[in-house]
């Protein structure tokens, strides 16, 4: 809803919209894509909705006889666009519910502080974590070096690895550093392992 309406909205005479559009058409060609790279764009945008929906609005009041499909427009508009509002607010309202914010909440229940993980920016990062230090990110090259990894890990309680990289480092590389896995942890993504008490 809100993109047809910046498209509604937007104009080859205004300067605003070649800023909205054009950093985004550039940014769709690149390979990598994260939706952090769009920020800039937001104030444009947001300028392309109001003007869309001033545009919207003016031709809903012009046309209170139009027939067919003009009408299903006339008649749908205020519903989806209350629902589009509603949705988007539910989107930062909404606590997340993904596997690794339900990793750092089930951490944060247990009460043991210390985590070694990797990509904590999955598990939702210094937000959730922050009652959890201290905390250790795993990169790829420390979990190939075993004398890194152990030094890494001395003060953590938790150790959070991808599933992937458990099955190959995984439970004997864990275990010689004085780990076993959280039997009361499920997920599909992360294993986590416990120290051993």
């Not at 205004?14 to 952090?36: A, C, D, F, Q, Y």
């Not at 031709?59 to 589009?84: N, T």
């Not at 590389?173 to 993504?189: N, P």
Request: proline share 6%; net charge positive.
């Amino acid at each position: 809803m809100f993109v047809a309406l910046a498209v509604a909205g937007s104009s080859r005479r205004t300067p605003e919209s070649w800023w909205l559009w054009t950093p985004l058409v550039l940014l769709s060609l690149l390979p990598h894509k994260e939706s952090r790279y769009l920020l800039p764009v937001i104030p444009f945008f947001c300028m392309a909705v109001g003007r869309g929906f001033l545009t919207a609005a003016d031709w809903l009041r012009r046309s209170s006889e139009v027939m067919g499909w003009h009408r299903w427009a006339r008649e749908l508009f205020a519903p989806l666009f209350v629902l589009a509002v509603l949705h988007d607010v539910g989107g930062w309202r909404l606590s997340r519910s993904n596997e690794g914010i339900r990793l750092a909440q089930y951490l944060r229940a247990v009460g043991r502080t210390g985590i070694a993980a990797q990509d904590f920016w999955r598990l939702g990062g210094r937000p959730y974590l922050w009652p959890l230090d201290p905390l250790v990110e795993l990169s790829p090259s420390l979990l190939d070096d075993r004398r890194g990894l152990a030094a890494a890990v001395k003060d953590a309680n938790w150790v959070a690895l991808r599933h992937r990289v458990a099955r190959t480092v995984g439970d004997p590389v864990m275990h010689a550093l004085g780990f076993e896995r959280d039997a009361a942890w499920r997920g599909e993504d992360y294993v986590l392992y416990g120290r051993r008490r």
